[in-house]
C-alpha cells in the first residue's frame, strides 16, 4: 500500500537534530550537575555532627558561646557569630551547618553573578535560561566546600573572612556581570564586605582595601559615588560592632590595641614584614600526576563538548561519565581520599584554571571565539590575588591557607573561559568542566573526613554520641575522645566543677575541654601555649581579669605537658601556686588530642581561700 506523500513523517533536518541533540544533552547534563551538588553538599551536612577538635574548635567555640568575659581581642568572630549560637539552642551540628549553608549560599551569589553574562553591551547570557545557569552557578560553588578541607566546620574568624570576600566579590562583579547599573548598590556591597573583614581579620580588611581600589584604578571604576558608597557600608558595619561590643567607639579601639599588643606579644611573627609575604609550595609526585591528568581530561571532554559534533559529544560524555562515577563513589561512602595526609591538595584547583587558558587559545586559534576583555582579565588577576588576602596574617604557609578560598582561583578560570562559552551555547556546554570539579571537591571532602585535623581516626569512626557543653549540645565522638570527656566531666561533676564556673587553663591546649565541661575560660578563651611569648601572654592576659573571677578560678594543670604554662602565673594575681589549690581529680588525655599521640596527664584543683586570693589580687593591683 503506498503511502500518501503528504503523511510521510517528516525528516528533521542535521542542524536541527544538533540543536535538539545538543539542548536536550545540555540540560540533562545540568541536571547530573544538580544532583551532584546536592548530593556533596548532602554528605558534609549529614556528617556535620561528627567529630570534635580539643584545641582550635574548642578555642572557636569558647568566643562563640560566651564572648563577653574578654575586653580585648583582635577578631570579633565571637560576637558575629553569637547570635547564631543563641538561635540554634547552643547546637553545634546546626551551627556548623549554618557555616556550610552561608559559605555556600555566598559562594552560589558571587558565581552566578559571573556567570551571569559577558559586559552589558554583549547580548550573551541573555540567551540562557536563568535556571541553567543558577545550576551551573551551583556546581562551580560547591568548590567553595574545600574551605573545610581540615574538617574544622565551626564558624571561626578564617570563615567570616571569607564571607566576607564573598560579598565583595559580589558587588565587583556585579559591575562587568550585570545588564543593570546600580553603583551605589555595588559599593555598599564591597563597604559591607569590607566592614565584615575587618571584624574577622584587620589584616585581610588591609589587603582586600588595597585589592579593590587596584582593581577599580585598572578597570576605570573608581567614582566617587562608588567610593562615598563602599566607605558608608564598612563605617556602618565598624560601628555598629564597636557600640554593640564596648558601648562606645573609644572602647573598641582600646580593645584593638590591646589586641594587637597581645598578638606581637605571642609571637613576632604578626610583624608587618611577615605578615605581608610570599611562600612557596610544594606538590607530591601524586598530586603533580592528578594535576596533569585532570587538566588534560577538562580540555578534551570541553573542548569536545563545545565543538558539538556526535563523536566529541560522546567523547566528552565518556569522561563526564568518569567524574560522575567518581562524584557517587566518594559521596556514597565506597572511595576514600587516597592522597593521604596533604596540605596542597585544594591547589589542584588550578587544573581547570589552566584548561581555560588552554580552551581559550585553541579556540581563538580556529577563529571561533572572542578573547577576554581587558576588564575580564583584570577581574580574572582579582580573583586569582584573593585566597592570598584571605590568608593574610596567618601563621599558615599562605599557599596551603590559601586552598581554603580555592574557589577564587576557579572563578578566576571560568571569567577568561566565559567569551568562548557565551558563543558556543551557553554554560550547560562546560558540565565537563563542571564536573571535574565537583569530583575534585568531593574527593577533598572525603579526604578530610578519612584525615580531620587533631582527630584520632577517620570521620565515620566517630559513633559515640556525648552531650557536649553547658547546652548538652550532641555530638558523635571517636571512642577514645568520648570517653575522655565522659571521665573528666564525670570527675569534674563530682568534685563540684558546675557549669558557668571560671576555670585557668594552663594545659596550653585543652580550650575545648573547657567547653565541653561547660565551664569559662580565664584569661584568654585559648590560654596557648608553646609560643615564644605564651607566658607572657597569659601573664598579660589574666592581669586584665576581674579580681573575683580570679580568686574564684579552678585551675586545670598538665604537668610536663608539651605546652603547658608555669603554675606560677597564679601568684601574678596573688594566688599561692602550690598551698592556694587542692589537687581534687584527675584523668589522662586520649591518644591524638591535641595533636599529639601520648596521653598525658590532667590535673583538676579547686580553689581553697577566694577572699584571701581576691584582696590579694586587689592589693597587687592598688600598687601598680
Known sequence: MRMNKHKMPLKLNSSRQSFLRGAFGDSFGLMVCAAASIAIAGRLIYFANHGYDFTDEGFYLNLISNPYPYNWSVTEFGYVYHPLFKLFGGSISWLRRANVVVNLGLAWGLTFAVLGGGRS?????????????????????????????????????????????????????????????????????????????????????????????????????????????????????????????????????????????????????????????????????????????????????????????????????????????????????????GFGETSYLPLLFFAPVLAALVLVFVRRCRGSAPLPTRSDWALALLLVMLPHVFSVGSNRNYWEHGGAAALFWLLAGVVVLAPVVQVSGGWGRAVPMILSVQALTSVILRQAEDHPYRHPGPIAAADHVIEMGATGSRLFLAPSYAAYVESSRAAARSVGLMPG????????????????????????????????????????????????????????????????????????????????????????????????????????????????????????????
Open 121 to 337: 553591551s554583549t547580548p550573551t547570557i541573555s540567551n540562557e535560561s536563568n535556571w541553567r545557569v543558577a545550576i551551573a552557578a551551583a556546581g562551580i560553588a560547591t568548590c567553595v566546600l574545600t574551605f573545610f578541607h581540615t574538617w574544622l566546620l565551626t564558624p571561626n574568624y578564617n570563615s567570616l573572612a571569607l564571607q566576607a570576600i564573598l560579598i565583595t566579590a559580589i558587588g565587583l562583579a556585579l559591575h562587568q556581570r550585570a545588564t543593570v547599573r546600580a553603583p551605589l548598590l555595588e559599593g555598599l556591597l564591597i563597604g559591607l564586605g569590607g566592614g565584615i573583614a575587618f571584624l574577622a581579620k584587620p589584616t585581610t580588611a588591609l589587603a582586600l582595601a588595597v585589592a579593590v581600589v587596584l582593581y577599580l584604578i585598572i578597570t576605570s571604576r573608581l567614582t566617587l559615588g562608588r567610593l562615598a558608597s563602599a566607605f558608608c557600608g564598612a563605617l556602618f558595619v565598624v560601628l555598629t560592632a564597636a557600640l554593640t561590643i564596648d558601648g562606645s567607639i573609644a572602647a573598641f579601639v582600646e580593645r584593638l590595641r590591646v589586641g594587637f599588643y597581645f598578638a606581637n606579644l605571642l609571637s613576632d611573627s604578626y610583624s608587618f614584614a611577615k605578615i605581608f609575604r610570599l611562600d612557596t609550595f610544594h606538590l607530591t609526585r601524586q598530586e603533580k600526576i592528578a594535576f596533569v591528568l585532570l587538566t588534560i581530561l577538562v580540555v578534551i571532554a570541553t573542548l569536545g563538548s563545545l565543538l558539538k559534533t556526535r563523536r566529541s559529544e560522546l567523547l566528552a560524555m565518556s569522561v563526564s561519565s568518569t567524574f560522575v562515577s567518581i562524584i557517587a563513589a566518594t559521596t556514597l561512602g565506597g572511595l576514600s581520599g
Open 501 to 624: 564556673v571560671p576555670v585557668i587553663d594552663l594545659t596550653g591546649q585543652s580550650p575545648g575541654l573547657i567547653f565541653a565541661l561547660g565551664a569559662v575560660s580565664i584569661g584568654q578563651a585559648w590560654m596557648i601555649g608553646d609560643y615564644p611569648g605564651s607566658t607572657k601572654l597569659a601573664s598579660a592576659a589574666l592581669a586584665r581579669m576581674r579580681c573575683d573571677d580570679l580568686a574564684a578560678a579552678w585551675l586545670l594543670i598538665e604537668p610536663n605537658g608539651p605546652r603547658s604554662l608555669p603554675d606560677g602565673l597564679v601568684t601574678t594575681f596573688g594566688a599561692r601556686a602550690s598551698e592556694g589549690y587542692a589537687e581534687v581529680a584527675s584523668w589522662f588525655t586520649p591518644a591524638g588530642a591535641g595533636g599529639y599521640a601520648e596521653p598525658r596527664l590532667q590535673i583538676l584543683k579547686r580553689p581553697l581561700d577566694i577572699s584571701a586570693t581576691r584582696e590579694a589580687c586587689y592589693r597587687l593591683r592598688q600598687r601598680r
